[in-house]
């Protein structure tokens, strides 16, 4: 019974020491809603994030984003000789993959919760169905029985750009290791697409 005590005591701070060891590196992914400056198209935001603090209170980031926004654009409906009607609404889609990393300083870091600002260099690839020209053209100027759009694109579909994402991160433990958070950002880039967005975040300190 006295070799068990010694032993319980002399492992005791062991656990102790463990137990004060926080995780120095975290996983998360996050999900929530975005806008499209370039036409103020409603859509989402999406990705994952791995961190890994290199000093006190700062991470170096690093993740794999992408947006999905899409909107109907000039509503056009008619009818047909038989009665039958028509929607011939243009409806647009942008969507983009980027690939950002850099820095999150946390202004506030305790064993339960984190709130801080990430700085993060991007570059995005991203395509869109949006024409810079979208016009109708009525019957009475056609002699057509129906209407006829007309749209043309003077920018390119396919676009490379570079830029920065301005971010605060909120997050509150749940588990031994698992925390939810609050997301917000904004970000802009050399393509002149200026995106904010917001969301919730799953995350694992690792």
């Known amino acids: 019974m006295k070799n068990i005590l010694i032993f319980t005591l002399f492992i005791a701070p062991l656990f102790v020491l463990h137990?004060?060891?926080e995780p120095k590196s975290y996983l998360e992914f996050s999900f929530g809603l975005s806008i499209h400056g370039t036409g103020d198209i409603t859509g989402y935001h999406f990705g994952t994030n791995y961190g890994k603090e290199f000093s006190n209170k700062f991470y170096w980031q690093l993740g794999f984003e992408?947006?999905?926004?899409?909107?109907?654009?000039?509503?056009l409906f008619y009818e047909l000789s038989d009665g039958e009607r028509v929607?011939?609404?243009?409806?647009t889609v942008?969507?983009?993959f980027q690939l950002d990393?850099?820095?999150?300083?946390?202004?506030?870091q305790t064993t339960n919760q984190r709130f801080g600002l990430s700085i993060l260099p991007l570059f995005r690839y991203q395509a869109t169905s949006l024409m810079d020209l979208d016009s109708i053209l009525?019957?009475?100027?056609?002699?057509?029985?129906?209407?006829?759009?007309s749209s043309r694109r003077f920018s390119p579909a396919r676009t490379f750009a570079v830029g920065a994402s301005l971010r605060l991160n909120?997050?509150?433990?749940?588990?031994?290791?698992?925390?939810l958070g609050l997301l917000?950002?904004?970000?802009?880039?050399?393509?002149?697409?200026?995106?904010?967005?917001?969301?919730?975040?799953?995350?694992?300190?690792?």
């Open 66 to 75: 992408g947006t999905l926004n899409d909107s109907p654009y000039t509503p």
């Open 94 to 96: 942008t969507a983009g």
């Open 87 to 91: 929607d011939a609404t243009l409806h």
């Open 138 to 149: 009525y019957p009475a100027g056609t002699d057509l029985p129906y209407p006829v759009r």
């Open 184 to 206: 917000g950002a904004i970000q802009f880039d050399s393509n002149g697409d200026t995106i904010p967005h917001f969301g919730l975040v799953l995350g694992k300190r690792l």
């Open 170 to 179: 909120y997050n509150f433990q749940i588990g031994d290791s698992f925390y």
């Open 19 to 21: 137990g004060q060891n």
């Open 101 to 108: 990393t850099g820095i999150r300083y946390n202004f506030i």
